[in-house]
């Protein structure tokens, strides 16, 4: 994580002032984009679901609690594997630092120690990355975990952010706006306690922007856990 005292004094971000190099049309600043979801969308898996952000959509799939190779095996608790099936593009280092955020996220709220010795394995299919990919992909990995049956502690929700030039604040940034702005930060939140579960940064940014951005991320965060709950809801309410 990227903080310094020194650069972009995005803390004045906040304050609701719109500058021209990237304003919205389609929506505030502060907005999301339509969130949608389905559970149970993989056959082959004990939990599946998928997970869009705009155009931005992720399915994941979850096999396990199952027994752990001898390289995984943890003698108190289960083994948290985490593959990203990328775009050809991509670099080897960012599927690998993707993985291992992901992975590193969701070891805290899952219940490792009821199954000890097993594996759980998450694939993580990239469908389309148009932006804010790291809390797509940690969202959909949750909906797939209880899809699974997996014990939690706690859901984890996550939200992006860019952070542009003139240093205006903009929620779940497009791959455009990401690519234009010189930070982009992602926040993960447990939805227990609403304690920070993960912080990513790219780029430098003021420990003040950075604060201030972790707590309108918090209520980000608050949105994509009413939109989880109430999709969780819908499939109860639809078994029969």
Known sequence: ??????????????????????????????????????????????????????????????????EAPLRLELVDRAAV?????????????????????????????????MHPRTQIAITLHIVEDAGSLLAACVNAACLALVDAGVPCSAMATGVSFAISRSGNVLLDPTLDEEHSSPVRMTF??????????????DGLISEDAYFKCAEVARQGA???QAFT???LRSKVNSKP
């Open 1 to 66: 994580m990227g903080v310094t005292n020194s650069v972009t004094e995005s803390a004045a971000l906040l304050d609701g002032t719109v500058m021209k190099d990237l304003l919205r049309h389609d929506r505030g600043q502060l907005d999301l984009r339509e969130l949608s979801s389905e559970q149970g969308v993989l056959d082959q898996s004990d939990g599946s679901a998928r997970f869009n952000h705009g155009q931005t959509s992720v399915i994941a799939s979850v096999v396990g609690p199952v």
């Open 81 to 113: 594997s985490v593959v990203v099936k990328s775009l050809p593009s991509w670099a080897p280092s960012s599927v690998a630092e993707l993985e291992l955020l992901v992975r590193q996220t969701l070891e805290p709220i899952v219940l490792r120690a």
């Open 222 to 224: 608050a949105r994509v």
């Open 229 to 231: 709950e109430l999709t």
């Open 188 to 201: 993960v939140f447990s939805t227990a306690d609403q304690n920070m579960l993960t912080s990513a940064t």
